[in-house]
Every structure is written in C-alpha cells, then in structure tokens.
C-alpha cells in the first residue's frame, strides 16, 4: 500500500510541474483581456487594431502548433517543454517594453509560438507518463492550470488596472515572466516519457521510469504492451504517412473536436468579456476587469469538478452535457442583449449570469474533453504529429473565432440595435457606439447543435482505455462510438 502512494504522488508532482505550461498558456491568452481597453485608450486603437492584437498571439500559436509535433518526436517532450518556458519568459519581456502596436502584435506572435508548442508537448507528455485508470484526470491537470493561469491574468489585470494611467497594461504583461521560471526549473529535474524513451532504444530509462510511475502489479503488461506498439511503428514516422485509411477517423476527430470547441464561441469570453461587460453597462474598465474574475474562478472550480467526473462519467456524457448547457446559455445570452431596451440596467446582470452558466459547462465538458481526446487517440508512432494537427486545428479555429466577433457582431447589429454610451475625451463629452454581440451568440449557438449531431457519431469513450487498446480499435477499423 506505501509503495502505491508513492507512485501516486510521483504522478502528481510531475503533472502538476509540466502543467505550469497550461499555466503560462492560459495567462498569456487571458492578459489581453483586461489590457484591452487600457491599449485602447493609450493608443487611441481601431476595432481592425483590437482585433489583430488579441488574435496575434493565435497566429503565434498556429505556427508553433504545426512544427511543435515534430520537434516533440525529435527532441523529446521534456526538452520541448523547457525550450517553450524560456520563450515565455522572453516575449512577457517584449510585450511589456512595446513602443508600438506593431511591435505589440510582434511579440504577442513570439508568446504564441510558444502557446502554441506547449500545448502540444505538455499533454503529450502528460498523457504518455500516465496509467490508463487516472490518465483522464492527470491530463486534465492541464486544462486546470490554464484555467488557473486565466485567473491569475484577471487579477493580475485587475491590480495592475489604473484609469488614471493608460499604459498601466505594462505590468499586466510582465508578470507573465514569474510563472516561466517555475516551468523552466521544474521541468530540469522532471523525468522524460517511458513511452518516448523507449521509442528511441532508450531502453534502461525507459524502463526506470515506467516503475516510477506505473502500478507494480500492471508494469510488464503495460511494458509489453508499449514494446510491442513500438515495434509495429519502427519506421521514422513523416507527417504524411498519418493520411492513411487507418487514422483518417482519429483525425477527423481531432479537428472536428477543435472545431466544435473553439465555435462555440469560448474565447470570445475569455479574450473579450471585460469588452462584453462594458457593451452590457458596466461603468469603467475597472469594474468590468472585476466583474470578469467571477469568470475566471467559476471556470477554475468547474475545471476541478470535470477533473473528479472524467474518469467517472467518461468522455462522452460529458461532451453532451456540456454542449447542451452550452447551446441554452447562449441562446439566453443573445436574447438578452436582442431585448436590451426592455431589460435597461439587468442586462449587466443577465449576462454576467449566462456567461457564468455557460463557462460551467464549457469548463465540465469541451474545456478537458479537447486536450485529453486528442492525446489519447493517436498510436505512439504519430501521436506528436496527431496531436499537432489537432493542436493547430484548434489555434486556427482559435484565430478565426478571435478575428471576427466584433465583425461579426456589427454584421448582426441591425438599425436601433447599437448600444451607444457617453464616454469622455480629453475632458470633452462624446457618444460612443458600439455593436450589438445578440446575433454573434446566436451563431455560437447553433454551433453548438451541430456538434452535439456530430458527436454524438465521432465521441470516442476512451475511458480506462489504454492508449495500445485505443491504437488497435482503429487498426481494426472499427467505428469512434463503438470503442
């Protein structure tokens, strides 16, 4: 029974360590958030300016996203992991020393390459470290943490938020420096995937810590197991040898999983609710950055409740839980704001509800369920090169939600619709209009009834499933909702 916990607690330290990743992940992508209307304001930005500086780091991230599988085969996931935390660091650096938009959009690319990296390498690495019973739960350790880097951004922005000095989003950036350096020095003393060192003939190491963190009782079957995977994938494994017959299902999994993922319309509350609250009527940048934590730590705490469920419930239940309570509360939403004239001062208030309720659904369901799926269902050979075409697939689709809700929003804002404040500029009063977001919700929606059409046929349940008995289901060419 000591010698369990000790391989238990092994386990989450090392998940815990590598998922600083998902940390600085979710803290560069949630930062812009609050500093948004602070570059507004200090450099007087066009809606087209807003936009490329929130969907930069995107653009970043699809990049490191399409060669972060490769290197990740290559080099090793741990290698890989502490190569991205020094990237980090250095681009926190840039951003927060930018004399210029362009120069901002710059090293907000620079941050989403490495975004980009690790958010293939670290559940890579986590998936591949991990017995099949909890693998569900240590891989969404991942998706925890970029919950909780998406708070710390919040209230990082929140401290730092000062009306009376519009480049107080300096510092906002900065802080973006301390996480790297945890992820940085941890990941030297972190071991390197059992799986991967075997792949490469490392075997002693392999083996070594495959003891560490595999059940005693399971460790020659689960050795055997990956040898003999590793035997059948002994050729170099080439980008275009995954376009075969026998992936073509786990791949159209993987983009269609992102896909439904990202247009459901997530990040347009983590990039924009602060920009959300202020079109519902909340007065000052300060009080929307305020009432934004409340998002930031329903979804952390609702991350934590899909971490206990996973392994449970399974894949599946939760997908179609949470899509369902993610299609109401967005159909709310956008009523919402449609009636905004009838509801006056509530609307705020409405909204702060329904993006609650549907990031509680969100961080249940599609938030772990992406990250975890297209880490299990790949074979050892091509799972770095899978894993990145479901990476970014989910970056690309990312970019393009990103770049086009306020677009889209003015596009569905018919006469009578736009929602118009005083605003004061240089101590002279203005209107200010802006677009009304009812139509762009109403389109996340519908969205979110065709990935419940969808998933319901491509939703694999790979719970408890090792990733050798994932492999051969689709050897066998067998359907994703019969496994």
């Known amino acids: 029974m000591k010698e369990k916990k000790s391989i238990n607690w092994n386990l989450i ?5 590598a998922s600083t990743g998902g940390l600085l992940f979710g803290f560069d992508t949630g930062v812009i958030s609050g500093a948004l209307p602070f570059l507004k304001q200090s450099w007087a930005l066009t809606t087209g300016q807003q936009e490329w500086i929130t969907t930069a780091v995107l653009v970043g991230a699809f990049l490191g996203a399409i060669f972060g599988g490769r290197l990740t085969d290559i080099l090793g996931r741990k290698k890989i992991i502490i190569y991205t935390s020094i990237i980090f660091a250095i681009a926190s ?63 990082s922005d929140l401290a730092f938020a000062d009306e009376s000095n519009p480049f107080s989003w300096r510092w906002m950036f900065y802080v973006g420096v301390f996480p790297a350096i945890v992820l940085f020095v941890g990941m030297i003393f972190m071991p390197e995937t059992p799986r991967w060192l075997l792949s490469k003939g490392r075997n002693e190491e392999g083996e070594k810590v495959l003891k560490k963190v595999e059940n005693p009782s399971d460790f020659q079957d689960s050795l055997k197991k990956i040898n003999e995977e590793i035997e059948k994938d002994k050729s170099a494994a080439r980008f275009k040898d995954i376009f075969v017959a026998t992936w073509k299902t ?41 009432a934004t934590v409340s998002v930031g730590t329903i979804n952390v705490l609702s991350t934590v409740v899909s971490m206990f469920l996973i392994d ?5 239940k939760l997908y179609f839980i949470g899509l369902v309570g993610m299609c109401l509360s967005l159909v709310a939403l956008g009523s919402f704001f449609f009636f905004k004239d009838t509801l006056g001062d509530s609307l705020k208030w409405a909204t702060v509800a329904s993006i609650l ?46 770049f086009t809700f306020l677009k889209l929003a003015w596009l569905f804002t018919g006469e009578g619709m736009e929602i118009t404040k005083e605003v004061i500029v240089d101590g002279i009063a203005k209107t200010e209009t802006d677009p009304n977001p009812a139509g762009a919700f109403f389109i996340y929606a519908a969205v979110a009834i065709i990935g419940i059409i969808w998933g319901y046929k491509y ?25």
Do not use: D
């Open 93 to 155: 650096i840039l951003c927060g020393i930018s004399p210029s938009p362009a120069f901002l959009i710059v090293s907000r690319i620079l941050i989403g390459v490495a975004i980009g990296i690790s958010s293939i390498a670290v559940p890579l690495y986590i998936s591949e470290i991990s017995p099949a019973k909890i693998r569900g739960a240590l891989v969404s350790s991942f998706q925890l943490m970029i919950t909780i880097g998406i708070l710390v951004s919040y209230f």
């Open 13 to 17: 330290v090392i998940a815990i360590i």
């Open 250 to 290: 786990p791949i159209f999994i993987a983009i269609g999983i992102m896909f439904v993922q990202q247009f459901v319309g997530i990040n347009t509350v983590i990039y924009y609710a602060p920009t959300i609250f202020l079109l519902a009527g909340f007065s000052g940048a300060k009080a929307a950055i305020a």
């Open 357 to 402: 309720i549907y990031i509680i659904f969100f961080a249940l369901s599609l938030g772990p369920l992406g990250w975890l799926i297209i880490s299990e269902i790949f074979p050892t050979k091509y799972r770095g090169v899978g894993v990145s075409i479901g990476s970014f697939s989910n970056w690309f689709f990312n970019a393009i939600v990103a």
């Open 459 to 483: 939703i694999p349940e790979t719970k408890g499933k090792t990733l050798e008995e994932i492999e051969e289901h689709w050897r066998q060419g067998r359907p994703a909702n019969k496994l």
């Open 312 to 316: 449970k419930l399974g894949r599946r």
